[in-house]
Each structure stands twice: as C-alpha cells, then as structure tokens.
C-alpha cells in the first residue's frame, strides 16, 4: 500500500450555481480533507477551473477522482502530480519590522524573490510567490514569532509542455 502524499487535483467544472459546492460535499461525504481549494473562470466563460490539493494514498486519490467524474458538472480531471507540472501560490504575510529587523526582512524578501508591498512604522507586508515549501521556508527564515498575519491562495497547478486540460 502506498504511504499518504499530496495530490493537486485539476477539474475543469461547468460554471452554474452549485457545481463546486457538490464537488466540496464529495470529499465531506467521504470525510477526505481538502488541504487547498482555488477557483477562477477560465477562457470559456461557461467552465470554471477548480484546482485543489488533498493528503492521501494513491487509491484514496484515485477513488475520488473516479466519483469526481461521475459529477454531472464536472467535464475533464486531472491529477497534476501524476506528471511534469508547476504549481504556484501567492502569500501575504505581515510582519513585525522595527529597528534591525527592517533590513533583515528585506533581504530575506530579497533572497525569496518576493516584494515589500506596504510598510508601516512597525509591521511590513510581503508577498511572496512560489511553491508551498518555499513558502514555508520563508516563514522558518524570518522566524514564525515575527509573523502577524498570513493570507494565502492555495495552490495553482499547470501541466509542464503541451498537455493542456481543456475540451
């Protein structure tokens, strides 16, 4: 049996009222988690595309997805992880930024590839992209007691070359 490891689900999902909340209910149903959940119309105004990333073995991953397909709204899945892909997600984070701190949250920043978008006397906002763990390693490197606030999107995925998931 395989161990549990993180999965980032792709559907393109028709765009009507309900669609995600039956796709959400699926996994409640089965009492799977959904770690990330991201949604945003795509060029066809009438299909929405959903991607989310779950923890599980592979045949937990791979019954789900089977009934995601059974899913009336739901017209092409794909499991990104199963192939070359690049996931991205976007952080705001505020932090505490006084005295010495200011200039070592910079460079930090710096280092991450990400950008001081708004600086007070005491607390600097950063957004920072990238993958989860290199979010994660930004909060470990400027110290997760400095961290006031974080707000994240969830993961994006996109399949590497010429695969695309469309009609």
């Given amino acids: 049996m395989s161990l549990p490891q993180r999965h980032i689900i792709s559907i393109l999902l028709e765009n009507e009222p309900g669609a995600l909340s039956r796709v959400v209910g699926l996994f409640a149903q089965r009492g799977y988690n959904i770690e990330t959940l991201t949604v945003a119309p795509t ?61 070592e949250i910079k460079r930090t920043a710096d280092v991450f590839r990400g950008q001081v978008v708004d600086i007070s006397s005491s607390v600097y906002t950063v957004q920072l992209t990238g993958t989860t763990d290199k979010l994660a390693a930004f909060i470990e490197a400027i110290g997760p007691s400095c961290v006031l606030e974080t707000v994240r999107t969830g993961v994006s995925g996109i399949s590497r070359g010429e695969k695309v998931l469309s009609l």
């Fill in 43 to 103: 060029e066809d105004e009438t299909l929405s595309r959903l991607t989310m990333t779950t923890i599980g073995n592979d045949s937990k991953v791979e019954q789900i997805t089977k009934q995601l397909n059974r899913l009336i709204e739901v017209v092409k899945l794909v499991n990104l992880t199963e192939g070359p892909h690049i996931e991205r997600e976007l952080m705001l984070i505020k932090v505490k930024a006084v005295g010495a701190q200011r200039a």
